[in-house]
C-alpha cells in the first residue's frame, strides 16, 4: 500500500521496539519489525554518553527478506552516529 511512515510489502505491518538504561551513560535501544510478505527486520544500537552533551552511537541492523525481492541474501549493515547536543 501507498504510505509514508515505512516502506513494506503486503497488506500489513508490525514495529516495536525499547530502550533499556544500563548504566548512566549507556542506553541499549531495540527494534524488530515483520511484515505481512514475511520479511524481518532488527536493529540494535548502544547510546553512549562519553561527557555531557555528547552521544556515541555504534548499531547494528538484519534484515532476512521473505519474498521474491529478486534479493537472494539477508542483509546486514551497521553505522556509527556521533551527536553533540547544545
Known amino acids: 500500500p501507498t504510505q509514508f511512515y515505512g516502506a513494506w510489502n503486503g497488506?500489513?505491518?508490525v514495529?516495536?521496539?525499547?530502550?533499556f538504561?544500563?548504566?548512566e551513560k549507556a542506553?541499549?535501544?531495540g527494534q524488530v519489525a515483520y511484515?505481512?510478505?514475511g520479511t524481518v527486520a532488527a536493529a540494535l544500537n548502544v547510546a553512549y554518553e562519553l561527557v555531557p552533551g555528547f552521544?556515541?552511537?555504534?548499531e547494528i541492523a538484519y534484515t532476512s527478506f521473505g519474498d521474491d525481492r529478486?534479493?537472494?541474501?539477508?542483509?546486514f549493515g551497521g553505522i556509527i552516529r556521533f551527536q553533540r547536543n547544545f
Request: net charge negative; proline share 4%.
Open 11 to 13: 497488506d500489513w505491518a
Open 15 to 19: 514495529w516495536g521496539g525499547a530502550s
Open 21 to 23: 538504561k544500563v548504566t
Open 27 to 29: 542506553t541499549i535501544n
Open 35 to 37: 511484515e505481512d510478505e
Open 55 to 58: 552521544v556515541i552511537t555504534p
Open 70 to 75: 529478486g534479493v537472494a541474501d539477508d542483509a
